[in-house]
């Protein structure tokens, strides 16, 4: 079944479009965490991040800024977060890549983090990068 942002692409679901190119578009968040929450999406359908194609990747990284600049540019705020989850653990409600931009005008609005960092063993970050440029 096709994801509710293949059905806005599909134009089957109205949106409040900001941006679209070949490959990626942007729309507003229906639920916003600040005003200018924006969605910024690849057009083909995937549900996580590393299975996207190189090409939608690259749209990807290239859209992100100039949304940002323009979401900045419109609402007046200065600082923002960009989220993009992964799995339902992770907080991800639809399952079709997306990045989250999301202004942080004041404290009260915009996103909110609980980060609890630990602490990484020499011998730990050691063993860790190297099983990790193994998989590239
Ligand atoms: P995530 O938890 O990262 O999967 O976030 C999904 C986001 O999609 C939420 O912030 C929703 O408010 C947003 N969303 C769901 N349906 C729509 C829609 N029809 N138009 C715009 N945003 C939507």
Known sequence: MASIFSRIIAGE???????????????????????????????????????????????????????????????G???????????????QAVPHVHFHIIPKPNPELGLGIGWKPGTLAAPDGTALAERIRASL
């Open 77 to 91: 705020a200065t600082a923002y977060n960009i989220l993009q989850n992964n799995g339902a653990a992770a907080h």
């Open 13 to 75: 679901i109205p949106c409040h479009r900001v941006y679209e190119s070949a490959l990626v578009i942007a729309f507003l968040d229906i639920a916003p965490l600040s005003p200018g929450h924006t969605l910024v999406v690849p057009k083909r359908e995937c549900e996580f991040l590393h299975q996207l194609d190189d090409a939608s990747a690259a749209a990807l990284g290239e859209a992100l800024p100039r949304v940002a600049r323009a979401v900045l540019a419109a609402t």
